[in-house]
């Protein structure tokens, strides 16, 4: 069943087709690193929104992840065999939602719309998630992402659409392997079996292999696809680049072989193709629409200043050497128009001092034009940990007082993003729930 949406978007993808290619051929990537034909890197230049905007108001954000039915749709909304009764479920979900976000005083929702190798909006190059349906590119009757932006642009709320760039699957069962091979008879086919010589293994998951020129362009297209079709106010990445566990490495030996020469360093070459794929998405998005942002929500240390002088005070694992992603030089290039480190840490955790990294975040942006976001572990409120018992204390208001009071005192510090949006209907968080509405609500 498609919705009159639905229909408007099929007769508009031819044109964004042509559309999508342009703007591929304009920022493109060459397959002889290091040399980059997106544009040459300016110094910093303001964004289409600059942090000179003294009328903006801060940014109180959640991340909505719907990879794994994590906060929406409901898990059991899938097994309903009337599509009519599923799809008024899943609304019914959405909007007691962002009724609740509204309240609470959250002014922007950060909506996982990739949250693997599937879509959650109509496309022309990756199949329907299975979130909706459980099945791999079946259609769930409706565009989420277009009821989405309807539905928070009606409540005065932000939509950025958060993108997990590589992520294919969540695991390599078997069972995974024969939903995506099945998914060769659909259009759009999974990139698994369309690609398959692009696709590793990595973290005990499916991932598309980010050294792959190619494999870029195919991301940037999906962004532009989003971009170009939606009424979207910003695009995201996850700090999910290159995604690797100590039993499940990333074999991309060949590709280094291939494409790799002029680097010494294969960490080098991995950093360079990170840099690669920010550069082509920055640039895409502001020849298509300037004045949607782009930003990247990193983990919260870039790197640790036992390494490098010009990091922070801590001991935890860093962007630059774990993920390879020179998130520091994102901003200081004016790539970016925001960032959200994950600050997921209190102000008494040694090892990442939430204060420490704060402020070492506050002094990177402060003489560029990107805007600061600090991502807050409403997660671990009320939750007991040994080496964090913070959390815990009177529910865990004290800690989140001190975190949220830092973030709107400090000048370069521009608002504040909890994860994740189904803790905010937990019973731990219960206090901290009823202290946030007391403070940003209305």
């Known amino acids: 069943?498609?919705?009159?949406?639905?229909?408007?978007?099929?007769?508009k993808s031819k044109k964004l087709g042509t559309l999508v290619a342009a703007v591929l051929l304009l920022a493109s990537c060459s397959s002889k690193p290091p040399k980059s034909l997106v544009t040459p890197l300016p110094s910093v230049t303001p964004p289409a929104h600059g942090k000179t905007d003294q009328t903006?108001?801060?940014?109180?954000?959640?991340?909505?992840?719907?990879?794994?039915?994590?906060?929406?749709?409901?898990?059991?909304?899938?097994?309903?065999s009337d599509p009519d009764v599923r799809i008024r479920v899943q609304q019914k979900a959405l909007t007691d939602k962002l009724d609740k976000l509204k309240s609470l005083g959250i002014n922007t929702v950060f909506f996982q719309v990739k949250p693997d190798g599937t879509a959650l909006w109509s496309s022309k190059i990756l199949p329907w998630s299975d979130v909706f349906t459980g099945n791999i590119g079946e259609n769930p009757g409706y565009d989420p992402l277009q009821f989405m932006i309807e539905e928070a642009h009606k409540r005065g709320i932000k939509v950025h659409a958060w993108f997990n760039p590589y992520r294919v699957s969540t695991n390599t069962t078997s069972s995974t392997v024969a939903r995506l091979n099945r998914t060769l008879s659909a259009n759009p086919s999974s990139v698994y079996v369309l690609h398959r010589d692009?696709?590793?293994?990595?973290?005990?998951r499916f991932v598309v292999d980010p050294g792959i020129?190619?494999?870029?362009?195919?991301?940037?297209?999906?962004?532009?696809?989003?971009?170009?079709?939606?009424?979207?106010?910003?695009?995201q990445f996850d700090d999910y680049f290159y995604t690797e566990s100590p039993g499940s490495a990333l074999n991309d030996s060949q590709t280094f072989k291939q494409y790799g020469q002029a680097f010494n360093a294969k960490a080098d070459w991995r950093r360079h193709n990170t840099q690669q794929l920010?550069?082509?998405?920055?640039?895409?998005?502001?020849?298509l629409k300037p004045g949607v942002e782009f930003g990247v929500s990193p983990a919260g240390v870039w790197r640790n200043r036992s390494f490098d002088p010009?990091?922070?005070?801590?001991r935890g694992a860093a962007a630059y050497d774990e993920s390879f992603a020179d998130t520091r030089q994102w901003v200081q290039q004016g790539l970016l128009d925001y960032i959200a480190p994950q600050l997921y840490w209190p102000f008494a955790r040694d090892a990442a001092r939430y204060d420490v990294l704060a402020k070492w975040w506050s002094e990177v942006v402060k003489p560029t034009h990107t805007r600061l976001y600090i991502g807050v572990a409403?997660?671990?409120?009320?939750?007991?940990?040994k080496v964090e018992p913070d959390w815990v204390i009177n529910g865990g208001v004290p800690e989140l007082k001190k975190q949220l009071d830092m973030n709107e005192s400090m000048p370069h510090i521009d608002g504040t993003i909890l994860f994740r949006e189904d803790y905010l209907n937990q019973p731990q968080t219960r206090e901290a729930v009823s202290y946030l509405k007391s403070r940003w609500g209305s």
């Open 1 to 11: 069943m498609s919705s009159p949406r639905s229909v408007s978007r099929v007769l």
């Open 56 to 80: 903006r108001e801060p940014m109180r954000g959640v991340w909505l992840a719907t990879v794994s039915r994590l906060d929406w749709p409901p898990v059991s909304s899938a097994d309903i």
């Open 198 to 204: 692009w696709i590793r293994t990595a973290g005990d």
């Open 213 to 235: 020129p190619e494999a870029r362009d195919w991301i940037t297209s999906i962004v532009a696809e989003v971009v170009k079709g939606y009424d979207i106010d910003g695009v």
């Open 278 to 287: 920010i550069e082509q998405v920055s640039r895409t998005i502001k020849q």
């Open 310 to 314: 010009a990091g922070s005070d801590t």
């Open 378 to 385: 409403l997660y671990k409120v009320g939750e007991r940990s």
